[in-house]
């Protein structure tokens, strides 16, 4: 079955979803600006109050917490949606790149190997950095409900999925790596 | 190192390029690389058949020689 249909497609998808990632995050990034170093601009407040995007749950405060107010926690849902972004922007680059090298030039080849060991380091790094910040941010936020009857605290773990998830496809290119040198020697054998 | 003594063996058999890759199977080009000392490895079975075609030994298409610092396999 031919599938290079598929990896074109993702290709061109990547490349679509790359740039209207960057709008979106050139946007947050001078929004987050806005809040924290020109909090009574014109631009400021026509974006209304400060009210940060959690990844794994939605938040919405009756009344705006002190808590949105502090530097130190608009610092860090800066540092979240810029981690955010680049992650997304640079991992949408990558794919794309890879499957459309899939599809000019196969899979096995030398180029493959630099762009998932690229990928690998992506999700090892901003990805872990990503999901650090935005549990950080996220726990933080649920420290200042209040419950009657009960405590809530947020903590996870789930930056350790994309540090396990960098190594692992870090040890795919070299893998990979292997696999290459092995076809470039068959390719040279008469 | 090892070179080739293709162009030898085709000369004292009065065999061109092209007619030794249709006998064989192979090429020109992949035979004209294998002639001029540029692949890097050989399969058993162009071997085979290049013995069978030039009525020849491997020794006869290829002979090791102490390195000189000049192309071969």
């Known amino acids: 079955m031919n599938v290079n249909w598929f990896y074109k497609l993702g290709s061109i998808l990547c490349i679509i979803l790359f740039y209207f ?4 995050g050139l946007f947050a990034i001078a ?42 926690f608009l610092q860090l849902s800066f540092l979240s949606e810029l981690t955010t972004i680049l992650f997304a ?12 090298t899939i599809v000019q030039e196969g899979l096995f080849t030398y180029k493959n190997v630099s762009i998932l ?17 935005s549990e950080l ?11 009657t009857n009960a405590s809530v605290h947020y903590s996870s773990w ?10 692992l496809l870090i040890i795919i290119a070299s893998a990979l790596k292997t696999a290459v040198h092995a076809v470039e020697e068959n390719k040279q054998t008469i | 190192m090892i070179r080739i003594k293709l162009d030898v063996v085709m ?14 199977g192979i090429t020109p080009a992949n035979l004209s690389i294998l002639k001029n000392e540029k692949g890097k490895a050989v399969r058993f079975s ?15 298409l290829m002979e090791y020689r102490e390195a000189d610092n000049e192309g071969g396999l």
């Not at chain 1, 990632?21 to 979106?24: E, G, M, N, P, R």
């Not at chain 1, 941010?137 to 419950?147: C, G, M």
């Not at chain 1, 789930?158 to 190594?167: E, S």
């Open chain 1, 21 to 24: 990632v960057s709008l979106i």
């Open chain 1, 31 to 72: 929004s987050h600006i806005g809040y924290l170093y020109f909090p009574n601009s014109a631009f400021t407040n026509s974006l209304g109050s400060f009210d940060p995007i959690y990844s794994y749950l939605v938040l919405n405060f009756e009344k705006q917490p002190e808590l949105y107010e502090k530097t130190s």
């Open chain 1, 89 to 100: 922007a640079v991992f949408l680059w990558l794919m794309h790149k890879f499957l459309k």
């Open chain 1, 117 to 133: 060991t690229k990928l690998g380091l992506t999700i090892g790094i901003l990805g872990t950095g990503f999901t650090y910040t």
């Open chain 1, 137 to 147: 941010l996220t726990s933080k936020a649920v420290d200042e409900l209040e419950i």
């Open chain 1, 158 to 167: 789930f930056f350790i999925d994309t540090l396990i998830g960098g190594i």
């Open chain 2, 11 to 24: 000369a004292q058999r009065k065999i061109s390029l092209n007619r030794l890759s249709e006998l064989v």
């Open chain 2, 46 to 60: 162009t071997l085979d058949a290049l013995c069978k075609a030039l009525d020849c030994q491997p020794g006869d």
